[in-house]
């Protein structure tokens, strides 16, 4: 209420601190319907209290499901941060009103990390193209082979989905001849070894290739099968590829 407000912004001039009891203003100013103050305040809340990122998170995504316009006060507020924390607040807010474009150029100002993971969210909802370009720009930035190697399998998996197979057999074969994730001590950490030569016998099929390469890209993914359940799986996929053949 407006009262309570009056209350709260005079404990703030007595202490001279302007992010006191940010988070009772806010849910006032909510209240209200005063959803740029509104904002204003949770974002304050957020800056000093970091682990209240997924409730402020929750809190605005509120807001904006009651007036998506309210992406702007988050834009004049937050796009010219260099605070990584507020730059995430303002990239979930983008997403979450579908302007997916711009929310990915923020996460590009974010650490890696956050930009797979965004990535995933991006996979998962269908928009392979972003989805591509943000597993593209993290694996740049890893050293790690296996990590390296497995968003190197999702890459390989949006260019199936659009048909574009002979630039998966390109990721694939990348993955397949590298030697790093074939070392003893890494190849069964990680089930890209076997994946990548798996997705390569399948694109042999759609491309109705020799039976032979088909039957030897099996074979090669089945050495990297971390167990037996692996292996027959790979043993039920040859044989129905050569029931399908008959």
């Known amino acids: 209420s407006e009262i309570a407000i009056e209350v709260l912004e005079m404990a703030r001039r007595n202490t001279r601190d302007d992010y006191l009891y940010a988070m009772e203003m806010a849910r006032n100013y909510e209240q209200m319907n005063n959803y740029p103050d509104?904002?204003?305040?949770?974002?304050?809340?957020?800056?000093?209290?970091?682990?209240f990122l997924h409730f402020i998170n929750n809190r605005i995504k509120g807001i904006l499901d009651n007036d998506n316009t309210q992406i702007s006060t988050l834009r004049r507020i937050l796009g010219n941060s260099e605070n990584e924390l507020?730059?995430?607040i303002f990239a979930l807010g983008l997403s979450h009103i579908g302007e997916y474009q711009e929310a990915f150029d923020v996460y590009k100002r974010l650490e890696p990390e956050k930009m797979m993971r965004y990535a995933d969210e991006l996979f998962a909802a269908g928009n392979i193209d972003l989805a591509r370009?943000?597993?593209?720009?993290?694996?740049?930035?890893?050293?790690?082979?296996?990590?390296?190697?497995e968003v190197g399998i999702k890459i390989a998996l949006l260019y199936i989905a659009k048909d574009d197979l002979q630039q998966a057999r390109i990721i694939l074969s990348e993955i397949k001849n590298d030697r790093r994730i074939q070392?003893?001590?890494?190849?069964?950490?990680?089930?890209?070894?076997?994946?990548?030569?798996?997705?390569?016998?399948?694109?042999?099929?759609?491309?109705?290739?020799?039976?032979?390469?088909?039957?030897?890209?099996?074979?090669?993914?089945k050495q990297f099968a971390?167990?037996?359940?692996?292996?027959?799986?790979?043993?039920?996929?040859?044989?129905?590829?050569?029931?399908?053949?008959?």
């Open 133 to 149: 370009e943000g597993y593209e720009i993290y694996r740049l930035s890893i050293d790690d082979p296996v990590k390296s190697a």
């Open 86 to 88: 507020l730059l995430e």
């Open 226 to 246: 971390l167990n037996r359940n692996e292996q027959r799986e790979i043993d039920l996929k040859v044989a129905h590829y050569l029931i399908m053949r008959e």
């Open 183 to 221: 070392d003893r001590q890494i190849r069964f950490r990680t089930r890209a070894n076997r994946q990548a030569r798996e997705l390569l016998a399948d694109i042999a099929i759609r491309l109705d290739e020799p039976e032979k390469d088909v039957i030897a890209a099996f074979e090669e993914a």
């Open 38 to 51: 509104s904002i204003r305040e949770y974002i304050k809340h957020l800056e000093r209290n970091p682990g």
